[in-house]
Structure formats: C-alpha cells, structure tokens
C-alpha cells in the first residue's frame, strides 16, 4: 500500500512537471507574436524596442506624405501631437489613407528611429478610430467628443 501511494505520487510530480513545461513553451512561443502598442510620444521618449515587431498608431501628419515615382514606396509621419514618428513603406497602402487620419502601422524601428513598416492599417469609417490610437490621443488631449482628431 505504501509503494502504491509512492508511485502515484511520482506519477502526479511527473504530470505537473509536464504541465509546467508545456506552458512555459507556449507562453515563450507566444511572447515572439506578440505586438505590443505604442505612440509616437512613447517612440520619441525611447519606451519602444528597437528591431521588434510593434504597432504604432497615429495619425498621418498632413502634408507629410511623400511618394516615390518609380516604386510603391512611401514615407510619411505618424503623430499624436506631442511626438513624431518618421515611416517608411513599401507596398499598397489601403483605400482609406490619408492625411489626417487615424492609422496603426505594424513593423520595426530601426535605431536611426525610423519606422520600417510591413502593413499599414487605416481607419474604417468617417467615426472610426482604432481604440489604441483614440486612447493615446485622448491622454494627450488631443481628440475631440466623437473620435475627431482636430484639424490643423
């Protein structure tokens, strides 16, 4: 009876040790797919990794975009007013950009503090913010009742 109380205690150990393992692998593998949120303040006060996957979100300064004549490159500034950040594209933009708007770009910055972007997101409807960059610009005081950034 004893040696039976043993092995079933060996046999639990072993099982959460398995368990353990399992989750501390999922939970690794996740960490690398994570995109963590961040804006243009946080960019320009260094609280953004360089060469990780994120997402910045914004919107696109006015007459910031800059076209290339020969290739779908496209450099443009994600703002939240109180900090800028420079980015650099190299595909089809959606429908809906432009200037003015609310965006969030996925992709790395690089350690000059350009933003190498590899998609770019635009917003969906004329009330439609994404919910990160809505946030960021209300805590700079920088959005209006209605999701309207103001112009100017």
Same mark, same amino acid.
């Given at each position: 009876m +004893? #040696?039976?109380?043993k092995r079933r205690l !060996?046999?639990?150990i072993v099982l959460v040790a398995l368990v353990a393992i399992a989750a501390g692998l999922t939970l690794y593998a996740l960490r690398a797919n994570i995109n963590l949120f961040f804006t243009p303040s946080q960019v320009a006060t260094g609280e953004a @990794?360089?060469? +990780?996957? #994120? +997402?910045l979100g914004g919107v696109?300064?006015?007459n910031s975009v800059v076209r290339?004549? $020969?290739?779908?490159?496209i450099s443009f500034i994600v703002t939240d007013f109180a900090g800028d950040v420079h980015v650099?594209? $190299? $595909? !089809?933009l959606p429908d809906l950009f +432009?200037?003015?708007?609310?965006v969030v770009v996925i992709g790395t910055l690089r350690d000059d503090g350009r933003f190498m972007a590899q998609q770019v997101l635009a917003k969906h409807d004329e009330n439609y913010m994404p @919910?990160?960059?809505?946030?960021?610009?209300?805590?700079?005081?920088n959005l209006t009742v209605g999701g309207k950034v103001p112009s100017g």
């Open positions: +004893r #040696m039976q109380r !060996i046999l639990v @990794p360089h060469g +990780r996957t #994120m +997402r696109v300064k006015e290339e004549n $020969d290739s779908l490159a650099s594209y $190299d $595909d !089809i +432009r200037e003015g708007q609310g @919910p990160e960059v809505a946030e960021a610009l209300e805590a700079t005081g």
